[in-house]
T-cell receptor, first 115, second 113 residues
Framework: ETGVTQTPRHLVMGMTNKKSLKCEQH?????MYWYKQSAKKPLELMFV???????ENNSVPSRFSPECPNSSHLFLHLHTLQPEDSALYLC??????????????FGQGTRLTVV | AQKVTQAQTEISVVEKEDVTLDCVYE???????LFWYKQPPSGELVFLIR??????QNEISGRYSWNFQKSTSSFNFTITASQVVDSAVYFC??????????FGSGTRLLVRP
């Protein structure tokens, strides 16, 4: 198993759908992150959880709702998305909320398309 | 405020050439950490290196080397004798006292055979 696993790898959803992205880390880290990567834009930090508490929320629209039930799992619940939300969503984990001694480890991402 | 600038959007070199990727950062903190990541076409970001603000010693790892200069707020990355497999997008990132790992816009490196 890879260190950080994201499912699904690809997702197509309508604007009225509700879906969830899942992230699981097997590295014993205590911080997890959601990033959004759009074409022609830098990686945007969306949420940071440290010790299962949200420590950062970068003014993300409420149609994105994170959940961190334990230090190994992170979800991103999606509802009533817009076409501009289409992007690659990357999950990461690290030893601490500052990127960790050995950096944050990233999953392969979920390619989301909103139609 | 934190900021990471990678001015080079895309670089194209011929195999075996040396190439340097530039990174300039901004932070008000005296304690911070700098990172480089590689993003191959498969999508995941691969951690390459982390340096803290108190360690300006340059580092070499095989064909990779990093030049950290606090005086110019730069953390440049050099690939020696580039190979086709080095083709990817490379990101520089910064974290300080806030819980934010902030990335630059990335530099796309194309190594041609």
């Amino acid at each position: 198993e890879t260190g950080v696993t994201q499912t699904p790898r690809h997702l197509v959803m309508g604007m009225t759908n509700k879906k969830s992205l899942k992230c699981e880390q097997h590295l014993g880290h205590n911080a997890m992150y959601w990033y959004k990567q759009s074409a022609k834009k830098p990686l945007e930090l969306m949420f940071v959880y440290s010790l299962e508490e949200r420590v950062e929320n970068n003014s993300v629209p409420s149609r994105f709702s994170p959940e961190c039930p334990n230090s190994s799992h992170l979800f991103l619940h999606l509802h009533t998305l817009q076409p501009e939300d289409s992007a690659l969503y990357l999950c990461a984990s690290s030893q601490d909320g500052r990127g960790g001694t050995f950096g944050a480890f990233f999953g392969q991402g979920t390619r989301l398309t909103v139609v | 405020a934190q900021k990471v600038t990678q001015a080079q959007t895309e670089i194209s070199v011929v195999e075996k050439e040396d190439v340097t990727l530039d990174c300039v950062y901004e932070t008000r903190d005296t304690t911070y950490y700098l990172f480089w990541y590689k993003q191959p076409p498969s999508g995941e970001l691969v951690f390459l290196i982390r340096r803290n603000s108190f360690d300006e010693q340059n580092e070499i790892s095989g064909r990779y080397s990093w030049n950290f200069q606090k005086s110019t707020s730069s953390f440049n990355f050099t690939i020696t004798a580039s190979q086709v497999v080095d083709s990817a997008v490379y990101f520089c990132a910064l974290t300080d006292s806030s819980y934010k790992l902030i990335f630059g816009s990335g530099t796309r490196l194309l190594v041609r055979p």
